[in-house]
């Protein structure tokens, strides 16, 4: 939070409140205004309780630039949207290149990124809806702001354990009562996968998968993530014991990746096969296998190194669809 007090800032954030709702007001009057919708509500269980969301959403600020595809896929009105996925954006303000086109032809807003949720612009954005939650730093901020945000507008937080597309698709598609989409978009998911997994030839051996970063750290995406996870229906293994190589070390709860000791590079990737995964400023597999200290790993001995994007690490819906391609690709 900022350096204003608790009670500074409860002051300050009903000041701001009672000026957006004398702003709606005033809208309501105006024939250039845009109100939200008034097609009444429904009741849907969070963990933060029962919430009253709109049955026809019309004005949904996204505080998680992970979880807006989902919104564009389910042909949801997106006002604004936090831009930042890790590894694919940064904090330049620029749309994701998977959902930019959408944003654009909406004119979905930016949400301005800081160290705290702007409350004040979301206020600004006349919101019926508030969305939130999910993985990461984004996902910190809003679940920290819940109470101010829930001052705004119905605001539902993903949880941070429903981490796999299909389960956050099916949350976001009950919260703007779009379930009949669904299925459509799971049936294509599913046929593609069949197809794939025709012409795949997954590795026999345990792979590792890199997280390669910019801070030049090496980290291991954990077996259970979203990206081992989905290429486990393609038949592909997963080394199980990667923490326990790396001696246990303490990993966040909420988090799908974890940091070790330069000094337990040969140990911990030891596999005879990974999947480099370069986040946004990071080293490349092919930039990687230049080191000395990666040169000696045995997948880059036996050019048994292969890359996906940032885009597939966490994969929504379109990410998902467009990694399989690539796993296609290279595995042929």
Request: hydrophobic share 45%.
């Amino acid at each position: 939070m900022s350096l204003l007090s608790h009670s500074r800032f409860a002051a300050w954030l009903r000041a701001v409140v009672g000026l957006f709702v004398a702003v709606v007001a005033v809208a309501g009057c105006s024939s250039d205004a845009e109100p939200a919708a008034e097609a009444g509500t429904r009741p849907i269980q969070t963990e933060k309780g029962a919430v009253e969301v709109p049955a026809d959403p019309q004005r949904v600020v996204v505080l998680n630039g992970a979880l807006a595809g989902y919104l564009y896929d389910l042909d949801v009105p997106v006002a604004a949207a936090d831009t930042r996925v890790l590894g694919v954006t940064d904090r330049s303000g620029k749309f994701p290149p998977t959902w930019a086109d959408d944003a654009t032809e909406q004119g979905t807003q930016v949400v301005p990124i800081g160290q705290t949720v702007n409350v004040e612009f979301v206020a600004s954005m006349q919101p019926d809806l508030i969305i939130g939650g999910g993985q990461g730093f984004p996902a910190k901020q809003s679940v920290d702001a819940y109470d101010q945000l829930s001052a705004i507008a119905p605001t539902v937080l993903v949880p941070g354990d429903v981490t796999d597309w299909q389960g956050q698709l099916k949350l976001l598609a009950d919260v703007v009562d779009k379930g009949d989409k669904v299925n459509e978009l799971i049936t294509a998911y599913d046929d593609k996968l069949e197809q794939v997994a025709e012409t795949v030839k997954a590795p026999e051996q345990q792979i590792g998968f890199f997280q390669s970063a910019a801070d030049g750290k090496p980290k291991m995406i954990l077996p259970n993530a979203a990206l081992p996870t989905l290429l486990a229906e393609l038949g592909f293994t997963a080394d199980e014991q990667v923490v326990a190589k790396a001696g246990n070390p303490e990993i966040n709860p909420s988090a799908d990746w974890f940091n070790f000791s330069p000094e337990l590079l040969t140990k911990v990737v030891d596999q005879p096969v990974v999947i480099v995964v370069p986040l946004s400023g990071a080293k490349s597999a092919a930039d990687l296998a230049k080191d000395p200290m990666f040169a000696q790993l045995p997948a880059f001995k036996s050019k048994k190194v292969y890359e996906l994007p940032a885009t597939s690490y966490r994969p929504d819906y379109r990410g998902v669809m467009n990694t399989l391609d690539l796993i296609q690709e290279q595995f042929k």
